[in-house]
């Protein structure tokens, strides 16, 4: 069922036709790529995203490989075929799975011999070893304005002068990296009053965490990090990132805060954009595995973030390939589903 489900990680881009508020696609930087797309079930190649008036250019075959240069809407993908010839293909996990490009992170170069320390200081920082010319490393985050926070090709974690003169970013451009600064305890909540229309501040949550598809899933992830998430970590970045609210670290504390705002629904049918969902632990892929169970009774086990139009913005394991977007309707995520409710 992972395997099944794995295509549809960027698939409704900012649910554009359910969120108001967000128009434009979610598309690639000049030449590159948002994501990679396998052909699993053969569909249409088409000129233009409809199945009345896009012409049928082939069919893409079970197995071929494309370019996802944008996603056009909730249910179109703007690809590249191996031709070099660029048209519209069905976002739909039943043709299509999607995997992450190596865009996923901010790459750094190492373009002179530069010292990976412990902490961002040259004084309190221990060296751990010197970075080489040649060497690349995940950018984690800008620390502040002399400093990132990286990952080296060991997996170890640290700090590296961000001067130009050392390191040089290739990938997502550096002003979109995740800001220290930004950065809020993991202890508690932000009771400050978030202000806005829902409808608007759903869309800046939905697109905050849209900016995150592909990243990996850690469970217990340092909840000041965007290296890696589990479930609750990514939904509070995207809360914090998109309107500055600081959701509780874990998933059961944030079904507590999303309780106390009051407006709560059992069926996921009901939910708006931008809600969030929880749900109880995995006994199957059938209705019948959750017959009987008294759900008020069950311990929230996941968190994600509804689009509207029946999916859900989550992340919940390294196999299914970290952050991506899921279909709820007849799918185990709808028989787990305990309850759902704005947190703000």
Not at 126 to 138: A, N, P, Q, S, Y
Not at 163 to 169: A, D, G, Q, T
Not at 200 to 221: F, N, Q, R
Request: hydrophobic share 30%.
């Amino acid at each position: 069922m992972r395997k099944q489900l794995i295509s549809s990680i960027i698939a409704a881009s900012l649910v554009m036709s359910s969120v108001p508020g967000i128009s434009a696609p979610i598309t690639a930087e000049a030449s590159s790529v948002l994501m990679r797309g396998e052909i699993v079930s053969g569909v249409n190649f088409r000129t233009a995203p409809s199945t009345s008036s896009g012409k049928i250019i082939r069919m893409l075959k079970k197995g071929e490989t494309v370019d996802i240069i944008e996603v056009t809407n909730a249910y179109w993908y703007k690809v590249k075929d191996r031709n070099g010839r660029i048209g519209y293909v069905s976002s739909s996990p039943t043709y299509i799975r999607t995997t992450s490009t190596s865009n996923s992170l901010t790459k750094g170069e190492v373009i002179y011999g530069v010292n990976f320390r412990t902490a961002p200081s040259t004084s309190s920082g221990k060296i751990i070893r010197m970075l080489k010319k040649g060497e690349t490393v995940d950018i984690i985050e800008k620390t502040n304005a002399n400093w990132y926070k990286v990952k080296d090709r060991n997996g170890q974690t640290g700090y590296v002068s961000s001067s130009s003169k050392y390191i040089r970013l290739v990938g997502r451009n550096v002003d979109n990296l995740p800001s220290a600064g930004n950065k809020n305890s993991n202890s508690g909540n932000n009771n400050s009053v978030v202000k806005g229309d829902a409808s608007e501040l759903a869309a800046k949550v939905i697109k905050a965490g849209m900016k995150y598809l592909g990243t990996p899933y850690e469970y217990g992830s340092d909840r000041n990090s965007t290296a890696t998430f589990d479930c609750s970590a990514f939904v509070r970045r995207a809360f914090l990132d998109g309107i500055g609210l600081t959701l509780p670290p874990d998933s059961r504390q944030q079904g507590e805060y999303v309780k106390k705002k009051g407006k709560t629904t059992t069926n996921w049918r009901n939910l708006k954009a931008g809600d969030l969902m929880f749900f109880m632990s995995y006994r199957g892929p059938k209705k019948s595995d959750y017959s009987g169970i008294n759900k008020s009774k069950q311990t929230i086990n996941h968190v994600g973030i509804y689009l509207g139009d029946g999916r859900i913005l989550h992340t919940y394991s390294k196999e299914s390939g970290g952050v991506r977007i899921d279909s709820i309707a007849g799918k185990h995520w709808e028989y787990r589903f305990l309850f759902g409710g704005s947190a703000f």
